[in-house]
């Protein structure tokens, strides 16, 4: 089992986090209700991560220069394969099954991703299914589409949070990154039209080496600080349509301003520890990801799985990640950006897959369950 003593104590809870964990208890007493049991439970290795759900087959309106979802689209399969992908795909009743497991597993938030998960048309109905009252709901979109008319309408059907995606402060250097013309204005109009609607926000970007460091990464800031928007740094990783870019990796220099940044600025990475919990890398415990196909990742950024949903239950799912050697234990370091003996045997694991197989990810059978366990 992963040693515990490893997690740290608890974080306490800033006051603006108190009290929107406050708000959850008149607007969703079941959401309360999992967060108070998961923060008793936490010590006792109980877990209760965000599933990031990858909908609608990964469409999407951009094409970004470092999409680590490329590979998953059907404009690539097709291009690779001449056909879609002809994986049974999640329906509503699979999204409704997986959120009564999730419910009784104590998990209360859902990212809604994809591609821009805005362009599927059934939303609406997938919001539903995952019923906005037991989980929080969050949306991550590039904004394109993100009117305030759509982000009332989100508000309305019991939608949480947007999260809006943005590469460069500069508008053209954003536009020309994600080949789409006007994608940085839509962007900042959408994120006026979110707070507008009084839907929770955050602006999310990615951090490639030395931006941080760069005049256009202080005025983005400032942007935030002025708007009051907390902004959400993902770090790019060696995966993707970034495999093969090893010089966008950051370095320790890097790492280090930003955690400079992060003591002045309302700033974070999925590795602060700012929601009471440790500031670990967070495999297993703190996100998964879910295919379209109902594979499930441990992180957003490998391209194996630990399971399906589809054919598995969630705790056997979790339960067998928990006990692997990499995705286990606490750990102070991101495995998929910074050691490189696990990025050389994912990236060949993923390669040799290729060769054979156009789909991601890498069942389980021939990927994490090769490593092993404790
Ligand atoms: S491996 Fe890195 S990106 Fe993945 S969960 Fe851990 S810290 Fe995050």
Redesign the pocket.
Known sequence: MPDLSEIGPAQPLSTVESSKRNLQKTLRPRVYEKILAYNDRMMDGVISPILRLKINRSLCNMKCEHCCEEPYMTRDLKKRTGKEDPRPQMGLEDYRRLSEQADQYGLFRFVLTGGEALLDKNLGDLVKALDPYKHLIVLDTNGYYFDLEKAKWFASIGGYKAQISLDSFFAEEHDKFRNTKGAHDRALKALDAAKESGLELLLSTCLVKGRIFTEEFKLLIDYCESKAIPLYV??A?PVGSARGHDEWVCDKADVDALKDLEAKHNIFT??TPSYGQPG????VK??NTVNHDGEIM?????DMSIGNIMHESLDIIFERGMLNKWLGPY?D??????NWD?IKWHNTVVSNHLENSPYLPVPYEQSFALTESF
């Open positions: 993902s770090l990783k999925h590795m670990k890398c967070i495999t703190g996100i441990p992180c957003p950024y490998m750990r370091e991101c495995i998929i950006g910074e696990f």
